[in-house]
C-alpha cells in the first residue's frame, strides 16, 4: 500500500499563490507516475498535472503557465506550484500515485487539500 498525505491548501486571494505538497510513503517502490488532480463542487476530478519518475510533466490548458509539478524522489514529495491564481481554481486538490508492478498498475489518492481563491 501507498500512503498519500497533502498539505498547502488554503484561501488565497486571486493573483496570489500557493504551494501544495504530497508525501508518500509505504510501498513506494516502482511509484512512476505522481501528480495532482482537482474537484470543484458539482463538478467531476479533473487532471491538474503530472509528473514521471523521469521529470516527464504533463499540464491540463487551464493551468500551464501558472501552475509548476516538481518531484523530490529523496524526499518522496511531489510539489505543486500554483501562481496567478484565479477563482475558478478553487477545489479540493488530491495527490496521486500511480505504482506498476509488472502488469499490474495501482492508483493511489490522497485524503485531498481544500484550494479557495477569492474574487
Known amino acids: 500500500q501507498v500512503q498519500l498525505v497533502e498539505s498547502g491548501g488554503g484561501l488565497v486571494q486571486a493573483g496570489g499563490s500557493l ?5 508518500a510513503s509505504g510501498s513506494i517502490f516502482s511509484i512512476n ?9 458539482g463538478k467531476q ?3 491538474v498535472a503530472t509528473i514521471t519518475s523521469g521529470g516527464s510533466t504533463n499540464y491540463a490548458d487551464s493551468v500551464k503557465g501558472r501552475f509548476t509539478i516538481s518531484r523530490d524522489n529523496t524526499k518522496n514529495t511531489v510539489y505543486l506550484q500554483m501562481n496567478s491564481l484565479k477563482p475558478e481554481d478553487t ?14 498498475t495501482n492508483n493511489y489518492w490522497g485524503q485531498g487539500t481544500q484550494v479557495t481563491v477569492s474574487s
Do not use: D, F, K
Not at 504551494?19 to 508525501?23: A, D, G, H, P
Not at 477545489?91 to 499490474?104: K, M, S
Open 19 to 23: 504551494r501544495l505538497s504530497c508525501l
Open 45 to 47: 476530478r479533473e487532471l
Open 91 to 104: 477545489a479540493v486538490y488530491y495527490c496521486n500515485a500511480v505504482r506498476q508492478i509488472l502488469l499490474t
Open 33 to 41: 507516475t505522481m501528480g495532482w488532480y482537482r474537484q470543484a463542487p
